[in-house]
């Protein structure tokens, strides 16, 4: 199987300016995390969706949104951006059984605002 | 809310000896622990994890044992080699919430 790929790997954009970040699951997997990544604060849970629906939704500002396609493709959006948002942006993708299973991430999208 | 906390951040030993990282979580409904070891540049890997039924699971080098009652887990590695180097960060997933919640991570250096 494809592991869970990201796109765009790099992305530079300036304050104010907003950003669509894209995420393809291992096939047959329906949930997918989002997570935000700085040498400061760690691995922060942005949300996760699971079936086209948010299930679950961190402690970010609105600015920060998603949704989930048909197909379990998923996308993060984040507004009018500010400095403190350049991040690794790291989706992750997990089949979903009774118990909780393991979590596959994505190589991660770098986001530099300038 | 929820909150995992790890130490420690940054970790030195030496080739062959052991080492150790160590985790506390604060919901006691969380019932499932994953490690993950990330290499510079590279995405989070699942290395081991355990299932709040076990108090000690290993592989291999590396064993995670988990005290539900004190809501401390932790990560032992043996024999460390050079490979080991990376960031390790423990995680605890609650049900209650659906959420799975990390530590702040530990860079371990083995240092040949």
């Known amino acids: 199987k494809a592991g869970v790929t990201q796109t765009p790997r790099y992305l530079i954009k300036t304050r104010g300016q907003q950003v669509t970040l894209s995420c393809s699951p291992i096939?047959?997997?329906?949930?997918v995390s989002w997570y935000q990544q700085t040498p400061g604060q760690g691995l922060q849970f942005l949300f996760e969706?699971?079936?086209?629906?948010?299930?679950n939704k961190g402690n970010f500002p609105g600015r920060f949104s998603g949704r989930q396609f048909s197909n379990s493709r998923s996308e993060m959006n984040v507004s009018t951006l500010e400095l403190g948002d350049s991040a690794l942006y790291l989706c992750?993708?997990?089949?979903?059984?009774?118990?909780?299973?393991?979590?596959?991430f994505g190589p991660g999208t770098r986001l530099t605002v300038l | 809310g929820e909150n995992v906390e790890q130490h420690p951040s940054t970790l030195s030993v030496q080739e062959g000896d052991s080492a150790v990282i160590k985790c506390t979580y604060s919901?006691?409904?969380?019932?499932?622990f994953p490690w993950y070891k990330q290499e510079l540049g590279k995405r989070p890997q699942l290395i081991i994890d355990?299932?709040?039924?076990?108090g000690e699971k290993k592989d291999q080098r590396i064993a995670v044992t988990l005290n539900k009652t004190a809501k401390h887990f932790s990560l032992h590695i043996t024999e460390t080699q050079p490979e080991d180097s990376a960031v390790y960060f423990c995680?605890?997933?609650?049900?209650?919430?659906?959420?799975?919640?990390f530590g702040q991570g530990t860079t371990l250096q083995v240092k040949p």
């Open positions: 992750a993708s997990r089949g979903v059984s009774s118990s909780y299973n393991e979590q596959f």
């Open positions: 096939s047959g997997h329906r949930s």
């Open positions: 969706y699971f079936s086209e629906t948010q299930r």
């Open positions: 919901d006691s409904a969380s019932n499932y």
């Open positions: 355990i299932r709040s039924n076990v």
């Open positions: 995680a605890a997933y609650t049900s209650n919430t659906g959420k799975l919640i």
